[in-house]
């Protein structure tokens, strides 16, 4: 399969995964809570804070033509009132680099993670941070805007707001709180469309006019377990609470019942991104858990070591349906699997792409592929063991060695052909 010449294969990250080093976060507080669940801690991950080069180098190394790289919020703003331009500048450094090897840098300015100010004073529940959030906003754009072009404000509000107001594992560990789980929406979608705004105006008055703004969303399928009426109703109602409100109103500006917020009707996405995964199979209930739909897995499925349904003809499924919806460019901003002895990512990737190369010969505008993930790291509140690499990485010694996967991943990109993968290579 030829990928058009002009398609962007690459690699991604988040700035907590990696950077490690970091106290002044809500990640570091629960990993000292001991609510990792393999024990390992936040501060560890992979050290990148000080091997900025030596990760570079890796990207150099898998042909990459983009990275997706996070900045971390509690870094740059360690307090309300003090912005931290040592560490600026350590970003810019890295972005140079990364230029410098050809990798375009696709930036993530929030990634699940915020500074403790912000949520000792009630995180996104409180209307403020949308104000500090627009000024990290407007401090990192001014900073590094003349490097950047290409932005991802927010990664995933869905899935943040799942486990932290709803099923209680990430912080603040708050259980069936639906009520802020729709507070929050409300919250992250005006944040989204004034960090739209904000970075365009701030780019446009630095004389560049090639800005591309959007959200990382985490998209799932949901199809009906058993074909029955209350499984469809349930899949209508968790398409609409866990995809629709934060996709429609972080796309065009619409908000939908029962979120409310202030922003506008207009355009707010250069692109959609679309992190994907796995499926669910839906079985309809009334309980009020997993917001009305319990889900399963589909019986005698491939799955990945988190028990993740492998199920690439999704991708195909949700490409298709968001360009129809959205007549935007998709870009896939995270696929990948947790595989710790690298026995199926190489298929993984193929069968991926295969549906990737379907959607684009449909003419779908795919135009962008980021593997999840660049190399073994701090995977949330499954810790350091959940293994999602395409380098293994050795915790203790901050080792890094290329998985096989990896390497046909590398040749990928250097071709842009995709070939089966071969495991007896
Ligand atoms: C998140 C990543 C995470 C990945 C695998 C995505 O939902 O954006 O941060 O590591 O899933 O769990």
Same mark, same amino acid.
């Given at each position: 399969m030829k990928f058009p010449h002009n398609f962007l294969f690459g690699s991604a990250t988040a700035a907590l995964h990696i950077e490690g080093g970091d106290k002044n976060n809500n990640w570091y507080r629960w990993s000292e809570m001991g609510r990792i669940k393999d024990g390992t801690?936040? #501060? #560890?991950?992979?050290d990148h804070w000080n091997r900025i080069d030596q990760d570079v180098a890796l990207v150099k190394n898998l042909n990459n033509h983009t990275y997706r790289l996070g900045i971390e919020w509690s870094r740059i703003m360690p307090s309300e009132n003090e912005i931290d331009y040592e560490a600026l500048k350590k970003y810019r450094y890295e972005i140079e680099e990364l230029i410098k090897i050809n990798a375009k840098p696709l930036v993530t300015l929030w990634h699940f993670c915020q500074p403790l100010w912000i949520e000792d004073s009630g995180g996104w529940m409180n209307p403020k941070t949308i104000e500090h959030f627009l000024k990290l906003t407007d401090v990192v754009v001014n900073y590094l805007g003349d490097l950047v072009s290409d932005w991802i404000t927010l990664n995933e509000p869905n899935v943040y707001l799942t486990f932290a107001y709803v099923e209680g594992e990430w912080p603040p560990g708050k259980q069936g709180d639906i009520k802020s789980y729709i507070k929050g929406a409300g919250h992250f979608i005006t944040a989204h469309q004034k960090a739209y705004d904000t970075i365009h105006s701030i780019r446009k008055s630095l004389g560049y006019h090639d800005t591309n703004v959007g959200v990382a969303h985490h998209v799932r399928v949901l199809d009906p377990l058993n074909n029955r009426w209350l499984d469809r109703q349930s899949i209508k109602l968790m398409n609409r609470m866990f995809h629709d409100i934060f996709i429609e109103g972080m796309t065009t500006g619409k908000v939908l019942f029962p979120v409310k917020s202030d922003v506008k009707r207009k355009h707010c996405a250069d692109f959609i991104g679309l992190n994907y995964y796995s499926r669910d199979m839906i079985k309809g209930c009334w309980k009020p858990i997993e917001l009305f739909g319990e889900r399963l897995l589909k019986a005698g499925c491939s799955v990945n070591e988190l028990e993740w349904e492998i199920y690439p003809e999704g991708l195909y499924r949700l490409c298709k349906h968001y360009y129809e919806k959205y007549n935007l460019p998709i870009y896939i901003t995270e696929n990948g699997t947790c595989d710790s002895r690298d026995a199926f990512r190489g298929k993984f990737i193929f069968d991926h792409l295969t549906q990737v190369h379907k959607a684009i010969s449909e003419g779908i505008d795919v135009q962008r592929y980021y593997h999840w993930t660049l190399m073994d790291n701090f995977e949330w509140a499954e810790g350091n063991s959940a293994r999602f690499g395409l380098y293994h990485n050795d915790f203790d010694t901050q080792v890094r060695t290329i998985r096989e996967s990896g390497k046909y991943y590398a040749e990928i990109c250097k071709r842009r052909v995709v070939e089966p993968f071969d495991s007896s290579i």
């Open positions: 801690h936040s #501060v #560890v991950a992979c």
